[in-house]
């Protein structure tokens, strides 16, 4: 392999397969692809699942994960890793192992449940992720499902979201986004942030002409946040990044599939990585 580096950036996900194609890996590609990011993928597990429901889940082998990461590795200068969906203990250990090949900075989505409620994630790998997974990220990007669960307490109000935030940072020692989508009685879509003793508030205005809540925005914005790391972008401009592409995509959420069906979060037309960011996206010191 030549010694010389990428001129193009290249990001890595290691997730779940989306038959749907709304999330997962295929969600993570449109988006390292919409940010100008060469995308490499590790598939964990292969899901048969719509943006409704969640049908089957198939984890592949540990050996067969491991295989694709060296593939990965040997030959490609990694920017930015993205893991998503990797459902049990063993694929989790796999992978934690393998990242010891990477220099770059590591984004954990800690994918517990699916849109539609199915977990993601078998019980017994929740330790896993806790005690091996989390610890190994430079990011975490929990919704407040699974910053509860990662806390082992209800968050009710945005002020327990940034202590959330702080007391994972501290715990995992990582920088930290706890997203907000889910606090759907807040009129501003707000991400508690907190990263190299910091704690901020990520804004967006929030979108409610949607008749459901849209597929693929925990996959969207980690991915995202893992593409502008892997350009060289700077921790606060990777997150208005992240954040601004997540606005922009359910803004054009595409409504795909037959009447009732949740929309996916689509690749906004014409979009570009490090166009002049729309002043309705805002990270806030505090």
């Known amino acids: 392999m030549s010694g010389e580096k990428n001129s193009f950036p290249v990001a890595l996900t290691i997730a779940g397969s989306d038959s749907g194609g709304g999330a997962g890996i295929q969600a993570d590609l449109r988006a390292f ?17 719509n943006p409704a429901r969640v049908l089957r889940i198939d984890p592949l082998p540990p050996e067969s994960l491991q295989a694709q990461i060296e593939a990965v590795a040997s030959v490609f200068h990694v920017g930015a890793v993205k893991t998503g969906m990797l459902f049990s203990a063993e694929l989790i250990r796999t992978v934690v192992a393998e990242l010891k090949r990477f220099t770059c900075p590591v984004v954990v989505d800690p994918v517990m449940v699916s849109t539609s409620g199915v977990p993601l994630l078998r019980q017994d790998a929740v330790q896993a992720v806790c005690g091996e997974l989390l610890p190994a ?33 501290s715990r995992f020692h990582c920088g930290v986004v706890l997203k907000g989508g889910h606090a759907e009685d807040d009129p501003e879509a707000r991400d508690a942030v907190f990263f190299g003793g910091r704690g901020m508030i990520l804004l967006s205005p929030r979108i409610r002409t949607l008749p459901h809540a849209a597929h693929g925005t925990g996959c969207t914005f980690s991915s995202s946040l893992a593409a502008g790391l892997a350009r060289g972008l700077s921790p606060e401009s990777a997150l208005t990044y992240a954040k601004r592409f997540v606005f922009e995509s359910l803004a054009g959420a595409a409504l795909v599939s037959k009447p009732g069906v949740p ?17 309705k996206i805002r990270l806030v010191s505090i």
Not at 33 to 49: E, H, K, L, N
Not at 155 to 163: A, G, V, W
């Open 33 to 49: 692809r919409a940010a100008g990011v060469f995308g490499c993928s590790v598939i964990a597990a292969i899901t048969a699942q």
């Open 263 to 279: 929309p996916v979060a689509a690749m906004p037309p014409d979009f570009r990585c490090g166009a002049d960011e729309s002043d």
């Open 137 to 169: 990220a430079d990011w975490i990007t929990p919704n407040i499902p699974e910053a509860e669960l990662l806390l082992d307490r209800k968050l009710n109000s945005f002020d327990e979201l940034l202590e959330g935030a702080k007391e994972l940072a």
